[in-house]
């Protein structure tokens, strides 16, 4: 099965900082890759899907790239309700496999 | 809007048993491929099962197979996990998930707890 790693796990950033998390795959996946945004006490939201396209209403502040085994989920200027966990999921073919997930804060 | 509704969740023992159920509204159901994600207390995200929207393929995570049985009835909109041998590995938020490839809807999770 392929895997899906994150990195980092966790990141202090000031307000206004561009945040990159990225998202390897162990085996490529095209274009296959969704990001979600958890915030404490909620649902999971999707942002990305097919590495870059952003899901309606999501802020235009979010963007993702990449293609095959590395992707990157950029914030481009970090606002305090941007404070969650940040999953990549694959979804090419099953196991529809999440990242271990990042934890954004704020310094 | 897309409503999905879990129930089902509660308090099992170990070796026990327990259906989930996901009440899907305000899309049509009989076309989209449905999953199961979970979420242990204070871990990521875990894929458990998915199957298409007609139900004649079922997928599931090497964690659950054999435990686990994902169905759904397109006549009553309902989604359904069956969960056998529980173990406390299997403690966790289970989510009702719509698949458009990726996830673009969640259910409100419900709680199932293994334990003595």
């Known amino acids: 099965d392929i895997q899906m790693t994150q990195s980092p796990s966790s990141l202090s950033a000031s307000v206004g900082d561009r945040v990159t998390i990225t998202c390897r795959a162990s085996q490529g996946i095209s274009n296959y890759l969704a990001w979600y945004q958890q915030k404490p006490g909620k649902l999971p939201k999707l942002l990305i899907y097919?590495?870059?396209t952003l899901q309606s209403g999501v802020p235009s502040r979010f963007s993702g790239s990449g293609s095959g085994t590395d992707f990157t989920l950029t914030i481009s200027s970090l606002q305090p309700e941007d404070v969650a966990t940040y999953y990549c999921q694959k979804y090419n073919t099953v196991p529809l496999t999440f990242g271990g997930g990042t934890k954004v804060e704020i310094k | 809007e897309v409503q999905l509704v879990e129930s089902g969740g509660g308090l099992v023992q170990p070796g026990g048993s327990l259906r989930l159920s996901c009440a899907a509204s305000g899309f049509t159901f009989s076309t989209y491929a449905m999953s199961w994600v979970r979420q242990a207390p204070g871990r990521g995200l875990e894929w458990v099962s998915s199957l298409t929207d007609n139900g004649d393929n079922t997928y599931y995570a090497d964690s659950v197979k054999g435990r686990f049985t994902i169905s759904r009835d397109n006549s009553k909109n309902t989604l359904y996990l069956q969960m056998s041998s529980l173990g406390t590995d299997d403690t966790a938020v289970y989510y009702c998930a719509k698949l458009v490839g990726a996830i673009d809807s969640w259910g409100q999770g419900t709680l199932v707890s293994v334990s003595s």
């Open positions: 097919a590495a870059s």
